[in-house]
C-alpha cells in the first residue's frame, strides 16, 4: 500500500476544464475555458470587472490570449413565438483567440 500510516494516497486523477459561463440575464453568450492558469485568470478577471465595477457583459467574447470560446447561437422553433428557442450546439460554435 505504501505512504504513512494514516496518509491517503490518491486513487484518481482528474482532468479538469477551468470555465466560465457568461450570460445577459437568462441568455447565453459563450462560454470561456481556460488553455492555462493565465486563461483563468483572464476569465476570472472579466467577471470581477462586471460584478464588482459595474461594467456590462460585452455580447461578443473579448480577445483572451489564453482562452477558448465557445460561441452559441440561437433559433427560434417557430415564427409565432419568440420564447421557444434551441440551443444549436456543433464544431462550428467553438473558435479560439
Not at 477551468?18 to 441568455?27: A, I, S, V
Not at 457583459?57 to 465557445?70: C, M, Q, R, T
Not at 460561441?71 to 462550428?92: G, M, V, W
Amino acid at each position: 500500500m505504501g505512504g504513512s500510516a494514516g496518509m491517503v494516497e490518491p486513487c484518481v486523477i482528474l482532468h479538469i476544464l477551468p470555465g466560465m459561463e457568461y450570460r445577459n440575464g437568462d441568455r447565453l453568450l459563450y462560454i470561456g475555458i481556460a488553455r492555462n492558469g493565465n486563461g483563468f485568470r483572464e476569465l476570472n478577471e472579466l467577471m470581477t470587472d462586471v460584478n464588482a465595477n459595474g461594467v456590462t457583459l460585452p455580447e461578443v467574447a473579448p480577445a483572451f490570449s489564453g482562452v477558448f470560446i465557445w460561441l452559441f447561437r440561437y433559433r427560434q422553433e417557430n415564427s409565432c413565438s419568440t420564447s421557444a428557442k434551441d440551443l444549436l450546439l456543433s464544431d462550428d460554435n467553438i473558435i479560439e483567440w
